[in-house]
């Protein structure tokens, strides 16, 4: 049986943390862990991991600030085959795990479609798909990103690639997703299979439209590029973006 790895980055989340891990490990097994990196919480956000009790849960500080290299962070530790990303404030269905893994024994890194909800869990949007127009394909994440990492799983080889994160990425999820589809095989599952909760005090975007200058748009999206292309010279690959 193949180890699975969930990695979360925590930061102050102690209104939803206890929520979240709980309906985690309910899916895992005994033999499969929970990495968690703290960007240094001053909440209780600790306390309450600890209070559950629970030999899964690995809790690591991060020697660096900031939610990317929290999350680069925790996947460094991550021991499992299977790889699950995670946020602090949602809460995963009881099935998404059992659903995804069959995809993986075919595709590299899957990310599952997600119902947004607000602080309560009240249902707001039924599909995020449907809002972003997501699916696969360089060029269209490109432009738009349409991964999101609280709804990604994938095999422990892409960080053969994928790390390290490069310094001035805007997140995580792109630099993986476009990775993926550089390197390896990714699928969008359209299923929800996670309550995406959004509200004031969420530590990512929330995947709308972008508030930032069409200059600093166009000046990331060369340097992203630029950083692709070095990553895969490196990895001593032919170059061969697919639309």
Not at 106 to 125: F, G, N, R
Request: hydrophobic fraction near 35%.
């Amino acid at each position: 049986m193949r180890k699975k790895s969930v990695c979360i980055a925590t930061f102050n989340g102690e209104k939803y943390i206890e929520e979240q891990l709980v309906s985690i490990l309910e899916q895992l097994n005994d033999t499969d862990e929970i990495i968690i990196s703290d960007d240094n919480s001053s909440d209780n956000t600790l306390n309450i991991i600890n209070d559950l009790y629970d030999q899964r849960i690995k809790i690591y500080k991060n020697p660096n600030k900031g939610i990317i290299s929290n999350f680069e962070n925790a996947l460094n530790l991550a021991t499992g085959d299977y790889i699950f990303l995670c946020d602090q404030d949602d809460v995963w269905l009881p099935h998404k795990v059992e659903t995804i893994i069959p995809y993986l024994k075919e595709y590299d890194l899957v990310v599952s479609d997600c119902k947004i909800v607000d602080k309560d869990l009240q249902v707001t949007e039924r599909s995020f798909f449907k809002i972003m127009h997501s699916g696969p394909g360089f060029w269209k994440n490109f432009v738009k990103n349409t991964y999101l990492g609280c709804c990604m799983a994938f095999k422990k080889e892409i960080l053969n690639y994928a790390l390290p994160f490069p310094l001035n990425i805007a997140m995580h999820d792109i630099w993986i997703g476009l990775s993926v589809e550089i390197h390896g095989k990714p699928f969008f599952l359209n299923e929800p299979l996670v309550l995406y909760r959004r509200h004031n005090d969420n530590a990512s975007p929330s995947g709308g439209k972008s508030t930032y200058p069409l200059s600093y748009r166009i000046r990331y999206r060369y340097y992203i590029l630029k950083e692709l292309i070095k990553r895969k010279k490196e990895t001593k690959g032919a170059i061969k973006i697919q639309p």
